[in-house]
């Protein structure tokens, strides 16, 4: 795992560094809500090996269209949105700071009230002929996909497996 991405979580967020991952030259999931209402504080951490470390908090406000960071820690994330999924998981479409025109996809799974394990969608956790039918390999993109079908047989993928890292975004009250 050697970049950053969807920090998971909610960037939703956190998360974590990203190596097989999927990304995209633009956004696959256009249609967006602000899940989380208008303005989102979130306390994220990075889980490796189960336990969490590198506690920050950040701010995210919606603007009609994404969650656009508005404060604290995590600037990695320049914006996200979320969009409901199979099974009562999330899809999360990150945003990069450093590549405003590459979304990246992580899966966010509910644990609790306002407590979500943040994953990146990784092409290793397809299978081979997944992996060789739908990953493009455009401008070095690890996995380059460009439809909604590829994006979730690659986040079923990764959501039928048990993973004790990623990032862990918890719902904090307005301060």
Same mark, same amino acid.
């Given at each position: 795992?050697?970049?950053?991405?969807?920090?998971?979580?909610?960037?939703?967020?956190?998360?974590?560094?990203?190596?097989?991952?999927?990304?995209?030259?633009?956004?696959?999931?256009?249609?967006?809500?602000?899940?989380?209402?208008?303005?989102?504080?979130?306390?994220?951490?990075?889980?490796?090996?189960?336990?969490?470390?590198?506690?920050?908090?950040? $701010?995210?406000?919606?603007?009609? @269209?994404?969650?656009?960071?508005?404060?604290? =820690? &995590?600037?990695?994330?320049? %914006?996200?949105? +979320?969009?409901?999924?199979?099974?009562?998981?999330?899809? $999360?479409?990150?945003?990069?700071? @450093?590549?405003?025109?590459?979304?990246?996809? =992580? &899966?966010?799974?509910?644990? %609790?009230?306002? +407590?979500?394990?943040?994953?990146?969608?990784?092409?290793?956790?397809?299978?081979?002929?997944?992996?060789?039918?739908?990953?493009?390999?455009?401008?070095?993109?690890?996995?380059?996909?460009?439809?909604?079908?590829?994006?979730?047989?690659?986040?079923?993928?990764?959501?039928?497996?048990?993973?004790?890292?990623?990032?862990?975004?918890?719902?904090?009250?307005?301060?």
């Amino acid at each position: 795992m050697s970049r950053l991405g969807i920090r998971a979580a909610i960037a939703a967020i956190c998360l974590l560094s990203l190596a097989g991952c999927i990304d995209s030259a633009g956004p696959i999931l256009t249609e967006s809500k602000p899940l989380f209402g208008q303005k989102l504080w979130l306390q994220l951490f990075t889980l490796s090996k189960g336990l969490a470390s590198a506690p920050e908090q950040t $701010v995210y406000t919606w603007d009609g @269209k994404l969650y656009v960071h508005a404060g604290g =820690g &995590l600037k990695d994330t320049s %914006a996200f949105s +979320v969009h409901a999924f199979a099974g009562g998981d999330y899809i $999360v479409q990150d945003v990069p700071t @450093k590549h405003p025109h590459i979304n990246e996809y =992580g &899966l966010m799974r509910k644990l %609790a009230d306002g +407590v979500y394990l943040v994953r990146a969608i990784d092409e290793d956790d397809a299978d081979e002929k997944t992996r060789a039918a739908y990953c493009g390999h455009a401008d070095r993109a690890a996995c380059r996909i460009t439809t909604r079908d590829q994006l979730f047989a690659f986040a079923r993928a990764t959501a039928a497996k048990h993973y004790q890292d990623g990032g862990l975004a918890i719902r904090l009250d307005e301060p």
